[in-house]
């Protein structure tokens, strides 16, 4: 049996630990800007109605892997990463590779979100020169804020999370009037070829891509009643982000006349959501406006919980590699502002969303045959007789199954992002393999 090597990463400072509500916020904050942009590219390859195929496969993989993690996190609360459960399983080899597909995921989601956050100010002020400088700001921004008190950042997060929420509330209602079922169902631009479905599933991840973040602070969460803290936590987020995601495709869908110059708009614009709302709506209707401005809210709760996430991961790998290192927090969060700067100067929004999720997928199949593999092992008990959660207090056959579909699906997605995007699969490769050899010297 491989005995988990727990992060050695001091714990930052929390003034009071989490509950349902806070993991609930914080799962929705990871994600929310899924919904802001990023699915009109998906859009691209199959148009509106038949981008419901993948995302339908979409959330059945983050449904299973949500059981998984849920189950995972229960019976090993002390990690603070996907990560230790790979070591559990597999030891220190695969967990390395894991730390840093988990790296890869967050630090270029964060200039992914960022991009957007530019684009939507200017959006507004009509000026779309400015957006990488804008987006270079807002990282700067939470690359601070990460220094602080994790307390302060989820204090953030909830307030950010339920403004987010709010601006897809006006979105609906600004947008439900012009909603049509016609104009859903006869689009022309519908595409239901094999081809343009695996085209566009990472688009489709990156509506939920994020959620596993929860993860990363399970060493937060309140030890009274962890197991039901976490579930509801963990469900909430899912099914909220699974309401609001299928919400938003919905009316956008049905409330745009399909005309090739709409089509043009949607299909290539950085923030789809303003932009569908104008064409429903007078751009300078006082609705397109105000949900603009509270739309950032959205996209900026997720890029703050994302740099927070990408920035613990950093650290924590950086104290394994230097365990006396003393700005280890600060070095972590200026290498996220300076790698995220350079991507958002260099690279297009749908290769940075696509190597997110490379790295995630890579991720959720770690952790789902992990969980097999741990399953099959001889039981544990006596070697760690303080354990308040065992694998044998949740059913058998309900865990195998979910994390063999997670296994399953996650496995499907690797292939495919690596058959059509081999410059994505190069990319992976050319960062996570250095990394994974400098970790394994450590």
Known sequence: MVTPNINPT????????LGAFAIWATGVGLVISGESFGWNIGWAKTGPLAF??????????YYALVQTLI????????ADGPSVYIQRAFGSFWAGFIAVAVLVEFLFASPAIASSVGEYICFLRGNALDAPWIATGFLGLFCVVNLFDLTVGIRVT????VLAILELILYAAGSGPAF?????LTSTYNRFDLRSLVEATPF??????????ISLMTRSVRENGFRRHLTIGYHGAFWTLVLLAVGVLLLAAGGISWTPQNWAIISQDNHPMPASLALMLPKTSIVVQLFTFIGLFGLIASLHAITLAATNQLESLLRLGWPGLRAGRRLAAGLVFLIST????????????ELSVFGAVCMYFGVAVSL???RALPDDSAEEPTKLLRHADFAPRRSRLFAGIAASLSFVCILILSYLHPIVFGCFAGIALPAWLWYRTK
């Open 10 to 17: 001091r714990a930052m400072p929390v003034a009071q630990k």
């Open 52 to 61: 419901f195929i993948p995302l339908g496969l979409t959330i059945v993989l």
């Open 71 to 78: 189950e995972l996190a229960c019976v090993y609360p002390e």
């Open 158 to 161: 909830i307030a950010l999370t």
């Open 180 to 184: 049509r079922p016609t104009q859903l």
């Open 204 to 213: 489709a991840i990156w509506m939920l891509l994020g959620i596993e973040g």
């Open 342 to 353: 350079l991507a958002i100067w260099s690279s297009q929004t749908a290769f940075l969303i």
């Open 372 to 374: 097999l593999k741990i």
